[in-house]
């Protein structure tokens, strides 16, 4: 991948820089002086959902057994008692959801927001790996979807990394790119079917296209996982600035949008005040806890803050009355 555009700091990210985050990313604190509950703490969250246990076998009933483990189904079929065996889970699965749509190629002052999520995707992917448990992700655009599978390993974050690189480079002003809102609903629909139970999954987007449908599968997510939501925004696009246009670029290309323009201001205005009020209310009905990341600000140093303030999980949703006046 070649070109001056994917050169320029903050429109697009490099594989180097991900894979950098291995150690970079470590500022974001997993200490005990965190609540318990913070995103990405794997085994350490003991208010997160259990481990719960995974089931191994059905064996002969021994002397000393506990009774309560007997499968009465079995024992009454092969008329000699028979108990379940379960052992506890050794890991715990982590599903990233990373969006790289066009709608995440804004950016007013740091980074686009799809840096922002790919950067934020990758502290993640290495400090789940980081605690030892397995660490997977559906990546997804306008156009195509790509999921890997949830490993313990560094093969599978670099995978991970990759995937998001190659998608973040396809981005770009007069590309032929066509929005696709009902990607995000595609890439919940794959978290379903992945994480069946007992997983962390972690949104990273800016819910471009959110609905009914996505409060839905959002909500059976959180039926039988822990979910949490990044939600990536630029503040331009909800305090656009008073000149009368502004220049949008990709590194290489550039055009002029006519922000002074009422119909223009209010209809982009409108638009993102819509969405981002919209996935309040259903994030706080269901008790999904909703973290703003901005791509005007440093990554690392906004998980550090958010990371230490993440509501339970059952909260009373104070937490996204403060997050929602933070984006306007």
Request: without cysteine; charged residues 25%; glycine residues 8%.
């Amino acid at each position: 991948m070649t070109g001056v555009n994917q050169k320029v700091p903050g429109v697009y990210v490099d594989l180097d820089e991900l894979i950098a985050f291995e150690h970079g990313g470590r500022r974001v604190s997993f200490l005990p002086r965190q609540p318990v509950h913070s995103l990405l703490s794997g085994r350490l969250a003991s208010r997160m959902r259990g481990r719960g246990l995974s089931f191994e076998e059905i064996r002969r009933y021994r002397a000393g057994d506990d009774v309560r483990a007997i499968d009465w189904k079995v024992t009454a079929r092969l008329r000699k008692p028979y108990l379940r065996v379960f052992s506890e889970e050794r890991d715990r699965q982590t599903v990233l959801l990373v969006d790289q749509r066009m709608s995440m190629f804004f950016g007013s002052r740091l980074a686009m927001k799809s840096v922002a999520a790919a950067q934020a995707a990758a502290i993640g992917a290495w400090r789940v790996l980081g605690v030892g448990d397995r660490v997977g992700a559906i990546v997804f655009d306008d156009r195509d979807l790509v999921e890997i599978r949830a490993r313990r390993s560094r093969a599978t974050v670099l995978q991970i990394l990759s995937t998001i690189v190659m998608q973040n480079h396809e981005l770009g002003v007069g590309r032929g790119l066509v929005s696709a809102p009902p990607m995000l609903n595609s890439a919940l629909g794959h978290a379903q079917r992945r994480a069946l139970h007992d997983a962390a999954v972690i949104i990273i987007s800016d819910f471009d296209g959110a609905d009914e449908t996505t409060r839905k599968m959002v909500g059976a997510l959180t039926r039988h996982n822990d979910v949490v939501a990044l939600l990536v925004h630029d503040p331009l696009q909800s305090d656009l600035p008073p000149s009368a246009s502004m220049t949008v670029t990709d590194g290489e290309l550039q055009i002029r949008l006519d922000v002074g323009r009422d119909s223009v201001r209010r209809n982009i205005l409108q638009a993102t005040k819509e969405r981002l009020h919209g996935v309040f209310a259903w994030t706080r009905e269901i008790g999904v806890p909703v973290l703003p990341l901005s791509a005007a600000e440093d990554v690392v140093e906004q998980l550090r803050r958010l990371l230490g303030t993440l509501p339970a999980r059952h909260g009373h949703g104070g937490g996204h009355s403060q997050t929602e006046a933070t984006l306007g």
